[in-house]
C-alpha cells in the first residue's frame, strides 16, 4: 500500500501541551526553540504543562506555508491558554487530527477551534474514537472510567468530521492519517487493564482507533508524529514506513506509552526497535515516562531532543 504524500521543504512542530515544562532550560538551538511567554519584556506568563498532548503543527513546500492542529490536551482550556501564551496565530487552521479517543488528547477541542475562529473545520479520526464506556480496571470492584469523543462534543465544537479507518491524506497530501495501524511485533500489546463495553459484555480495549500522522520532508526523510502509540511506536513507524514507501525516518515524535510497571519490560525492545529503523531525531513526549524517556536518551543519544510543552520542534 503506498499512499500519494508530497515532499515538503519543512515542518514546524510547536507542543501546545505536554507534561513538562522548564521556563529556564536555556538549550534552544537551531533545531530546538524553547519557550520564552514574555510580557512587555517580563516573564509575566508561564506555560501549563498537563497531562496531555496537543501540537499546531505548520508545513511549508514551495514556499507555502499550511497549518493544522494534531490533538487538543487534557484540560479544556490548557492548550489555548499556552497559545495565547506564546502568541501563536491558530487563524490559519486548515485542518484538525485526533490522534484517539482519549480525553488527555481531545478535552480542549472547543477551546482550540473557538481560537482558530472557523466553522466546519474537517477534524479526521478513526470510527473507534467513539466508543464507551472505556475505563480501567484496577480490581473487579473499581473501574476508572476514560471520556472518550462523543457526536455532541464535536457537533458543539462545530467541526465537520471525518471518520476512517484506511490512510487518509490531508492538506492536499502534504501529509497523512495513517488511520488503523496493524500490531505486528511481539511485545507492543497495548494496555492489559483496559477495556470497555459493547452489547452489555466487557472485552479487552485493544485501542484500533489508536494512530499518528506522517509528512515526507525532500532529502531528508519522514516526520513520524504519534498521540500516545497504544498501537506501538515501532509498529506505528513501520506502517508509516509502508503507507508511504518511503523508509528513511527523519523524526519521531509524541507520546510512546512506556509508562508504569506494565511496560517495564517493553522498554527496552522498543528502544531496541528504535534503533533498527534509526531516525535522524527521537523525541519521546507526553505518556512515554521518565525511565522509558531516560533509556532512550542513554541509548540514543545523538538522536535524542527532550519536548517540553511550548517547545518548537524544526525539522526541515
Same mark, same amino acid.
Given at each position: 500500500?503506498?499512499?500519494?504524500?508530497?515532499?515538503?521543504?519543512?515542518?514546524?512542530?510547536?507542543?501546545?501541551? #505536554?507534561?513538562?515544562?522548564?521556563?529556564?532550560?536555556?538549550?534552544?538551538?537551531?533545531?530546538?526553540?524553547?519557550?520564552? @511567554?514574555?510580557?512587555?519584556?517580563?516573564?509575566?506568563?508561564?506555560? *501549563?504543562?498537563?497531562?496531555? %498532548?496537543?501540537?499546531?503543527?505548520?508545513? =511549508?513546500?514551495?514556499? !507555502?506555508?499550511?497549518?493544522?492542529?494534531?490533538?487538543?490536551?487534557?484540560? $479544556? #482550556?490548557?492548550?489555548?491558554?499556552?497559545?495565547?501564551?506564546?502568541?501563536?496565530?491558530?487563524?490559519?487552521?486548515?485542518?484538525?487530527?485526533?490522534?484517539?479517543?482519549?480525553? #488527555?488528547?481531545?478535552?480542549?477541542?472547543?477551546?482550540?477551534?473557538?481560537?482558530?475562529?472557523?466553522?466546519?473545520?474537517?477534524?479526521?479520526?478513526?470510527?473507534?474514537?467513539?466508543?464507551?464506556? *472505556?475505563?480501567?480496571?484496577?480490581?473487579?470492584?473499581?473501574?476508572?472510567?476514560? @471520556?472518550?469523543?462523543? *457526536?455532541?462534543?464535536?457537533?458543539?465544537?462545530?467541526?465537520?468530521?471525518?471518520?476512517?479507518?484506511?490512510?487518509?491524506? %490531508?492538506? #492536499? /497530501?502534504?501529509?497523512? %492519517?495513517?488511520?488503523?495501524?496493524?500490531?505486528?511485533?511481539?511485545?507492543?500489546?497495548? &494496555?492489559?487493564? &483496559?477495556?470497555?463495553?459493547?452489547?452489555?459484555? $466487557?472485552?479487552?480495549?485493544?485501542?484500533?482507533?489508536?494512530? /499518528?500522522?506522517?509528512?515526507?520532508?525532500?532529502?531528508? /526523510?519522514?516526520?513520524?508524529?504519534? /498521540?500516545?502509540?497504544?498501537?506501538?511506536?515501532?509498529?506505528?513507524?513501520?506502517?508509516?514506513?509502508?503507507?508511504?514507501?518511503?523508509?528513511?525516518?527523519?523524526?519521531?515524535?509524541?507520546?510512546?506509552?512506556?509508562?508504569?510497571?506494565?511496560?517495564?519490560?517493553?522498554?527496552?525492545?522498543? =528502544?531496541?526497535?528504535?534503533?533498527?529503523?534509526? @531516525?535522524?531525531?527521537?523525541? @519521546?513526549?507526553?505518556? !512515554?515516562?521518565?525511565?522509558?524517556? &531516560?533509556?532512550?536518551? *542513554?541509548? &540514543?543519544?545523538?538522536?535524542?531532543?527532550?519536548?517540553?510543552?511550548? !517547545?518548537?520542534?524544526?525539522?526541515?
Amino acid at each position: 500500500m503506498n499512499a500519494q504524500l508530497n515532499q515538503v521543504e519543512k515542518v514546524v512542530v510547536t507542543t501546545l501541551q #505536554d507534561n513538562y515544562i522548564d521556563l529556564v532550560a536555556q538549550d534552544s538551538n537551531e533545531i530546538v526553540q524553547r519557550a520564552m @511567554p514574555l510580557k512587555r519584556d517580563e516573564f509575566r506568563k508561564s506555560i *501549563r504543562a498537563e497531562h496531555g %498532548f496537543s501540537t499546531w503543527i505548520t508545513i =511549508t513546500k514551495k514556499g !507555502t506555508a499550511r497549518h493544522m492542529l494534531f490533538d487538543f490536551g487534557f484540560s $479544556e #482550556d490548557g492548550a489555548a491558554l499556552n497559545a495565547k501564551a506564546l502568541n501563536a496565530d491558530l487563524s490559519q487552521v486548515e485542518v484538525l487530527v485526533l490522534s484517539h479517543g482519549h480525553v #488527555d488528547h481531545l478535552g480542549g477541542l472547543e477551546s482550540l477551534v473557538a481560537a482558530v475562529g472557523k466553522k466546519d473545520l474537517d477534524l479526521v479520526v478513526h470510527p473507534g474514537v467513539f466508543v464507551k464506556p *472505556r475505563y480501567r480496571k484496577i480490581t473487579e470492584e473499581l473501574r476508572v472510567i476514560v @471520556p472518550s469523543l462523543s *457526536r455532541e462534543k464535536s457537533n458543539k465544537a462545530g467541526v465537520n468530521l471525518v471518520e476512517t479507518r484506511e490512510p487518509y491524506p %490531508f492538506l #492536499d /497530501g502534504d501529509g497523512i %492519517f495513517l488511520g488503523e495501524i496493524p500490531r505486528l511485533t511481539d511485545f507492543e500489546k497495548g &494496555m492489559p487493564d &483496559m477495556f470497555y463495553e459493547a452489547e452489555g459484555k $466487557e472485552k479487552q480495549d485493544p485501542f484500533h482507533d489508536d494512530s /499518528g500522522i506522517v509528512f515526507n520532508i525532500r532529502d531528508k /526523510g519522514l516526520v513520524i508524529i504519534s /498521540g500516545c502509540a497504544h498501537a506501538g511506536i515501532v509498529n506505528t513507524i513501520k506502517y508509516a514506513q509502508h503507507v508511504t514507501g518511503v523508509t528513511d525516518v527523519w523524526a519521531v515524535m509524541g507520546g510512546f506509552h512506556l509508562s508504569g510497571a506494565d511496560f517495564e519490560g517493553v522498554i527496552s525492545p522498543t =528502544t531496541s526497535g528504535l534503533k533498527e529503523i534509526d @531516525p535522524h531525531y527521537i523525541i @519521546p513526549a507526553h505518556c !512515554t515516562g521518565r525511565d522509558a524517556v &531516560m533509556h532512550i536518551e *542513554r541509548e &540514543m543519544p545523538d538522536a535524542f531532543l527532550l519536548n517540553m510543552a511550548g !517547545t518548537k520542534m524544526t525539522f526541515a
